[in-house]
């Protein structure tokens, strides 16, 4: 059988032969050269497509407070999709989210913290930090300051005052009430 290429195919087969090449030896030289950096340790009762959301128990906090106890104060659990990593040492977490805030400080999506609370990441609490954020907490800052507080400390009693009288008033009334229509 006599198979005849063009001239494109007689220049696309030795590339393609060359890309094949390169990737075998990166995916070998990945797959055979261990990591510089040491494998955080994962609790060994995990479940497929739920990881270790059943592994938990009735008392998750024990739970966790467990395998910390076996595997060291930093562990990897699988939570559904998610992975989590729990850090058990206050000092570790101090390094990890103090000293490296930037880079560790990723804020996931969530629909209630992003749209309504935070109206689109305009707020403190659920935005990324990024420069807007820094800006906006510098803001907040600079007024919820204690020094600044205790000049409002007046209003802040008289609101309070006024909050307690319309909630018992409105049970009163109805027997029951709803916080948040009163606010």
Do not use: C
Not at 63 to 88: C, F, N, S, Y
Not at 135 to 149: C, G, I
């Amino acid at each position: 059988m006599n198979i005849s290429l063009t001239t494109d195919q007689k220049v696309l087969l030795p590339v393609l032969g060359i890309v094949t090449s390169i990737t075998l030896l990166y995916t070998s030289y990945r797959l055979l050269t261990p990591s510089p950096y040491k494998k955080i340790p994962v609790p060994g009762s995990r479940y497929p497509y739920v990881g270790h959301m059943f592994s938990l128990g009735s008392h998750p906090g024990d739970t966790v407070a467990d395998w910390h106890k076996e595997l060291g104060p930093i562990i990897h659990i699988r939570m559904g999709i998610q992975d989590w990593i729990l850090i058990d040492d206050p000092f570790l977490a101090h390094k990890v989210f103090v000293t490296n805030g930037a880079e560790t400080s990723y804020r996931p999506h969530n629909v209630y913290g992003h749209d309504y609370h935070n109206v689109g990441g305009k707020g403190v609490s659920f935005s990324q930090p990024d420069g807007r954020w820094k800006l906006t907490r510098a803001a907040a800052l600079s007024v919820l300051a204690p020094k600044h507080v205790t000049r409002y400390m007046p209003t802040i009693h008289r609101e309070a005052k006024d909050l307690v009288t319309r909630l018992l008033e409105s049970t009163k009334k109805k027997r029951w009430h709803r916080p948040v229509r009163r606010l």
